[in-house]
């Protein structure tokens, strides 16, 4: 593993810092460990008796966790998806309950940059987009089997692509004449599905929410965010933090409609003259929305899209 990877610093991490304000003697939860940015931060900040778990589904990031943090004892690396957070600290000899939590949504550099990951299209390689390589369904599986409806809905929901019905057609008949295997394959044929006035219009390539799509469904993104969400009650201790990062409108709307009803679950009924100083809360904002400043975004395009949300159990 090079110096410059180790180095490399994810999204929004000052602004999760400065949320979590980790002591001395913490114990946080990384739920999406990736190659350390935030449990290396976490780290920093911690004294001998704090601890960091760090969750990840990938091996490879797991395996590079040992590589460069093998001798910190602090640190327990368990190859796990952060839904399994519940499971995971009660087979460690930490606390139940946490003093802070980080997810980063987003997919790891490293991910993209692998062409033999098949997440990018901007990298030929095998069709296979899974988080952990070793278990579930490829991509190649998923498209080359799929129902056309079922397709057409992923890529219109998950995607949020207007020509998902266009797109669909246009990989079916693909498929019918030979397996769509490799990344490029599939984005030429979603390429040349688009009407050329649209791929004009466009400033993203045309690809772009079709794999996105199609990664979310293969790895359950959206259904495994909700489970590490319901976990929230029963893992954080009162003055606990949670802070997650999304890179995607539904992600970032389901963690805003999650953290409002925790927030505003003991609304006093309508007409009942109560101030609000006097309803027992049991969660308060600590960021209702972050953004990344035009000079992250400038430094790293990837960050473009960053929404960060934060709250503490009281």
């Known amino acids: 593993m090079s110096a410059e990877e180790y180095q490399h610093e994810p999204v929004l991490i000052d602004e999760v810092m400065d949320c979590l304000q980790p002591h001395h003697a913490g114990v946080y939860v990384d739920g999406t460990f990736g190659r350390g940015g935030y449990a290396r931060r976490i780290l920093s900040a911690l004294g001998n008796d704090g601890r960091v778990i760090a969750l990840d589904v990938d091996p490879d990031a797991i395996a590079y966790g040992e590589q460069v943090f093998g001798n910190d004892s602090r640190l327990f690396l368990r190859h796990a998806n952060y839904g399994r957070i519940v499971e995971e600290l009660k087979g460690l000899s930490v606390p139940d309950r946490v003093n802070g939590m980080v997810f980063d949504l987003g997919v790891s550099s490293p991910q993209f940059d692998d062409a033999a990951r098949g997440f990018s299209f901007r990298r030929d390689g095998p069709l296979d987009m899974r988080m952990n390589p070793h278990a579930g369904q490829s991509a190649a599986d998923w498209v080359n089997t799929v129902e056309p409806a079922e397709m057409m809905r992923v890529i219109s929901r998950l995607g949020e692509e207007k020509l998902a019905g266009l797109i669909t057609r246009a990989i079916v008949r693909a498929r019918e004449q030979d397996a769509v295997m490799t990344t490029g394959q599939?984005?030429?044929?979603?390429?040349?599905?688009?009407?050329?006035?649209?791929?004009?219009?466009?400033?993203?390539?045309?690809?772009?929410?079709?794999?996105?799509?199609?990664?979310?469904?293969?790895?359950?993104?959206?259904?495994?965010?909700?489970?590490?969400?319901?976990?929230?009650?029963?893992?954080?201790?009162?003055?606990?933090?949670?802070?997650?990062?999304?890179?995607?409108?539904?992600?970032?709307?389901?963690?805003?409609?999650?953290?409002?009803?925790?927030?505003?679950?003991?609304?006093?009924?309508?007409?009942?003259p109560l101030r609000d100083s006097q309803l027992s809360r049991n969660y308060e904002y600590v960021a209702k929305l972050i953004r990344p400043s035009d000079e992250e975004v400038e430094k790293n395009a990837r960050a473009r899209s960053a929404r960060l949300r934060a709250i503490r159990k009281i």
């Open 186 to 272: 599939l984005a030429d044929i979603v390429c040349q599905a688009f009407p050329e006035r649209e791929r004009r219009k466009r400033r993203i390539h045309p690809a772009t929410k079709v794999f996105q799509a199609i990664r979310m469904r293969i790895n359950d993104e959206l259904g495994q965010l909700e489970q590490a969400l319901s976990t929230v009650p029963e893992v954080l201790m009162a003055g606990g933090v949670l802070v997650v990062v999304s890179f995607h409108s539904l992600e970032d709307r389901m963690v805003k409609h999650f953290f409002r009803d925790l927030v505003e679950d003991d609304k006093a009924p309508v007409g009942l």
